[in-house]
């Protein structure tokens, strides 16, 4: 994928005139460099896989025609069943790099996935967000008014009673 972008984004550049960027041959060099273990590790794991594949056909094409030859009904030799195990190991191998290969692909389509799934609702949020914060605060001030009260101790009127209350 990067290198689909790497040449999307010269072509841009050439057809765009790309103002002060960067020569695309030092860009190329810098993303060998950040890769190079990668690209040699691809290289060997695809060589390998392909020269066992070729040798698992080689090996049973040529036990085959020995038995043509010889003409034998054909029948499952030991050499036979080294080539097919070749071609089977080695198509197992692909397939297991595929599957490790698109792993990210997978974990990011998956993201994408749950993220669409998920309803964002902004202005919603942030009403409930006052709403809260409101409920928040009033249980504060209530909850610090009855500690006041309970610190000051029981309330004594100045006034003896409800008449002389009336009075004044």
């Known amino acids: 994928m990067k290198w689909f972008y790497l040449i999307m984004s010269f072509m841009v550049k050439r057809l765009g005139g790309g103002g002060n960027e960067r020569h695309p041959i030092e860009e190329m060099k810098e993303l060998v460099k950040e890769n190079a273990v990668k690209i040699i590790l691809a290289i060997t794991a695809a060589s390998a896989i392909g020269t066992l594949f070729v040798a698992g056909i080689s090996i049973s094409l040529f036990e085959l025609t020995a038995q043509y030859y010889a003409g034998e009904r054909f ?17 197992l191998f692909f397939i297991i790099g595929l599957v490790f290969a698109t792993r990210h692909d997978r974990e990011k389509k998956r993201v994408e996935r749950e993220m669409k799934q998920k309803h964002i609702h ?6 409930l967000l006052l709403v809260n914060d ?35």
Not at 75 to 91: A, E, K
Not at 137 to 162: D, I, V
């Open 75 to 91: 029948r499952m030799s030991p050499f036979l069943f080294i080539g097919g195990t070749f071609m089977f190991v080695t198509v």
């Open 134 to 168: 409101y409920i928040a605060e009033r249980e504060f001030k209530r909850n610090q008014a009855q500690t006041m009260t309970a610190q000051q101790g029981p309330m004594t009127s100045q006034y003896k009673s409800s008449e002389e209350f009336e009075r004044h």
């Open 122 to 127: 902004t202005i919603q949020d942030a009403i």
